[in-house]
């Protein structure tokens, strides 16, 4: 475990004791009806307190999965297409006719799988039709 994760691992606990006293104040604030005005700076006091809390949290996600999701969803969403491309889901137009890019035709899988959630599309649609 880093130093840093160690000190934003207290920080969060820190924060989260200090929501909850803080928590129970403002409930202690109601219970006794204080002013409103009152309990409303307490209540932005609160949520102050956790706006911090999430911006800890995120931080503390940030050094756990070492910043770097955004790089490994690509690298997934690339994996996916060129599996999808490879087994024929679908395929560009343009490799097969030389046309205009931006458009995509199915291939057999494709067409099955198009041909199957149209079928059930059909099937719940036309139950809704005669209730």
């Not at 006293?21 to 409103?36: C, D, I, M, T």
């Not at 307490?42 to 999430?54: D, F, R, V």
């Amino acid at each position: 475990m880093d130093a840093s994760e160690e000190i934003l691992r207290k920080t969060l606990a820190e924060k989260q004791s200090a929501i909850e006293a803080h928590g129970n104040a403002v409930r202690a604030l109601k219970a006794a009806g204080a002013a409103k005005p009152e309990i409303d700076a307490a209540i932005e006091s609160l949520n102050g307190l956790k706006l911090e809390k999430t911006s800890i949290e995120r931080q503390l996600q940030a050094a756990i999965g070492g910043g770097d999701s955004s790089l490994n969803r690509e690298a997934f969403r690339q994996a996916v297409v060129n599996t999808l491309e490879r087994r024929l889901f679908y395929i560009p137009s343009f490799k097969i006719y030389r046309g205009v890019a931006g458009l995509y035709d199915y291939g057999p899988p494709g067409c099955a799988v198009k041909s199957n959630v149209l079928a059930f599309w059909r099937q719940v649609h036309s139950r809704h039709a005669f209730r």
